[in-house]
């Protein structure tokens, strides 16, 4: 009878080389998780500019109107001709938790918006801030009572950290 050969190869992984798997998921994870988590705190706090900024040219019509600015939306025709809303409030999004409107008539209105809601813990409670000066140009600072976690980088280029 002939005697039969089994080639008895390698069956799986070394405990070894799994080892070393696990060890670059680590080293990827504890680079890429911290990256993730500066991008989404960026990208929070430049759309919740984004939605402020989007007001301005509702407060400019209203102020041109001589109209008080107010916030919330117009849809009643019985309101008072002299309060325009400029259609926003804090349900409309879901990263502001306060809004305010510190205007009046004045020439020198102000917009602010404070993060909350669904922002990360590093953006909430950061507050970006429209003011417009008596020559009609647009100024955007983020202040408040910044929360523990907050780095510089978060705030976008055209509306720096007070």
């Given at each position: 009878?002939?005697?039969?050969?089994?080639?008895?190869?390698?069956?799986?992984?070394?405990?070894?080389?799994?080892?070393?798997?696990?060890?670059?998921?680590?080293?990827?994870a504890?680079?890429?998780?911290?990256q993730y988590q500066d991008y989404?705190?960026?990208s929070q706090v430049a759309r919740v500019v984004g939605e402020v900024s989007a007001l301005k040219a509702a407060v400019e019509?209203?102020?041109q109107r001589g109209a008080t600015i107010i916030k919330g939306y117009t849809d009643d025709l019985t309101k008072d001709p002299d309060e325009i809303a400029?259609?926003?409030?804090?349900?409309a999004s879901d990263l502001i938790d306060t809004f305010t409107i510190n205007s009046g008539t004045t020439a020198t209105p102000e917009v602010v918006?404070?993060?909350?809601?669904?922002?990360?813990?590093?953006?909430?409670?950061?507050?970006v801030k429209l003011?417009?000066?008596?020559n009609g140009r647009w100024s955007c600072t983020i202040g408040g009572t910044?929360?523990?976690?907050?780095?510089?980088?978060?705030?976008?280029s055209g509306c720096p950290k007070s």
């Open positions: 009878m002939q005697e039969i050969k089994m080639n008895h190869g390698q069956k799986g992984f070394t405990l070894i080389e799994l080892m070393i798997v696990v060890a670059i998921i680590g080293i990827l504890a680079v890429a998780i911290p989404t705190a960026r019509t209203t102020m400029i259609g926003f409030d804090e349900t918006a404070k993060l909350g809601g669904n922002a990360s813990a590093a953006v909430k409670g950061a507050e003011v417009r000066d008596a910044l929360p523990t976690g907050w780095k510089d980088s978060y705030a976008p």
